[in-house]
């Protein structure tokens, strides 16, 4: 009887019938950790307070911050998949801007890619980043926040409930405008796009690159030429607006893990010609980050 092969996620079952026995062989797929991707299930290293060392009288739109694209989006194996570590790691890790999608049923929030639900609800979220704070009142989350497989666009409710909830209403920057360093010490920023009163910045009013769209490895390069220049936009800009830059990127042919290990490898060899002096890039949102490429754009500041 052949063998069946049945994956999920980093494990591959093997299925194997023996004299009427079924056995199953747990066999392990390769997994990377270069200076530019990562896909382990823990970074290399941390750096959990790195924004201390950012002056006090600096607007956020004027710091270096790495984010990750889709942050909770661990399951699904590799259609879906765009993070390996958990959301308390990455923050460990240095990363200040999340990517946070809900999927809105009668007041609850679950965090879902596209069809697939990752195991987590917003609350999950919320206590995450507040115990985060909580312990490194020197650093600032942001957060954009989604509706993501519902279309009620009516999640200003929820979002309100489960912040009292799992959170508090303190732990929010209430206002649209830029904080600076001191003011959003300690602080979870909402990006919001979603409608209803605000609550905390708009994530329209950001210039944003999130050209996500990667049908085949073809489109590659378009893709990098993307990120390059929009880098080049943020470097140059308008030091009171904030810019953020997606290098991440999906297609049916071109599944998210296949795009991040290319893009990231640019996007490191660009910024490391780039190093040694202050430069303003904005909000870098990856898939897979390695710890020496966010290190790499922190040191920025």
Same mark, same amino acid.
């Given at each position: ?20 026995k079924l056995y199953l062989h747990l066999i392990y797929m390769a997994v990377t950790? %270069? ?6 299930? @823990?970074? #290399?290293? $941390? ?7 950012? !002056? =006090? ?118 206002? %649209? ?6 003011? @959003?010490? #300690?602080? $979870? ?7 209803? !009163? =605000? ?103």
């Amino acid at each position: 009887m052949p063998a069946c092969f049945v994956s999920y996620n980093n494990m591959i079952i093997n299925k194997v019938s023996v004299k009427g026995k079924l056995y199953l062989h747990l066999i392990y797929m390769a997994v990377t950790q %270069r200076r530019d991707f990562d896909d382990t299930p @823990a970074p #290399g290293f $941390l750096n959990p307070a790195w924004m201390a060392s950012v !002056p =006090d009288s600096r607007p956020l739109s004027e710091v270096t911050l790495p984010g990750s694209h889709n942050t909770m989006a661990r399951y699904g194996g590799a259609p879906t998949r765009c993070q390996s570590w958990p959301l308390a790691l990455q923050l460990r890790a240095g990363v200040r801007f999340l990517d946070v999608r809900v999927r809105h049923v009668k007041g609850n929030l679950t965090i879902h890619h596209g069809v697939v639900y990752q195991r987590a609800h917003f609350g999950d979220v919320l206590e995450d980043v507040a115990a985060f704070l909580h312990e490194r009142p020197t650093e600032a989350v942001l957060m954009r926040l989604k509706e993501e497989f519902s279309e009620t666009n009516d999640i200003y409710g929820s979002v309100v409930s489960y912040i009292h909830r799992y959170a508090h209403w303190n732990l929010l920057w209430h206002s %649209r405008l830029v904080p600076t360093m001191v003011q @959003a010490r #300690g602080k $979870l920023i909402i990006l919001q796009d979603f409608v209803g !009163p =605000d609550l905390g910045m708009r994530y329209g009013s950001l210039d944003i690159a999130d050209e996500w769209k990667v049908p085949t490895f073809l489109h590659l390069p378009a893709k990098w030429e993307t990120v390059r220049k929009h880098l080049g936009a943020a470097e140059a800009g308008n030091k009171a607006q904030m810019f953020l830059t997606y290098s991440s990127g999906a297609g049916i042919f071109a599944y998210p893990i296949s795009v991040a290990r290319h893009i990231n490898a640019q996007l490191l060899d660009h910024l490391a010609l780039r190093a040694g002096k202050p430069r303003r890039y904005g909000i870098l949102a990856m898939d897979f980050p390695a710890a020496p490429l966010l290190q790499t754009i922190i040191n920025f500041n």
